[in-house]
């Protein structure tokens, strides 16, 4: 059952049982898996890897209100192309 937490938008990048002694070193980490991800694929691979992982940290997520707030908040000023 959701526990209605807000949406966190502070650094939050960690990782459990490893004390990093540069805070953002986690944060670096993930950036690091995401590009190796996408090294090598096509557009439409990368934008079918993109959903996929979107849909899979949205199920872990599980709550609607905060998955709704995350929306807003990543649309928010995208400005034009």
């Known amino acids: 059952m959701p526990d209605n937490k807000p ?5 939050n990048f ?28 096509s557009d439409a691979q990368s934008q079918k890897l993109n959903a996929r992982l979107i849909l899979l940290l949205a199920n872990h997520v599980g709550d609607l209100a905060v998955l709704r707030e995350a929306i807003a908040a990543a649309t928010e000023d995208l400005g034009e192309d």
Do not use: V
Not at 7 to 11: I, K
Not at 15 to 22: I, L, M, P, Y
């Open 7 to 11: 949406l966190t938008t502070d650094y």
């Open 14 to 41: 960690h990782e459990s049982g490893k004390t990093c002694f540069r805070a953002y070193r986690p944060g670096d980490d993930f950036y690091q898996n995401l590009i190796d991800a996408h090294r090598d694929l």
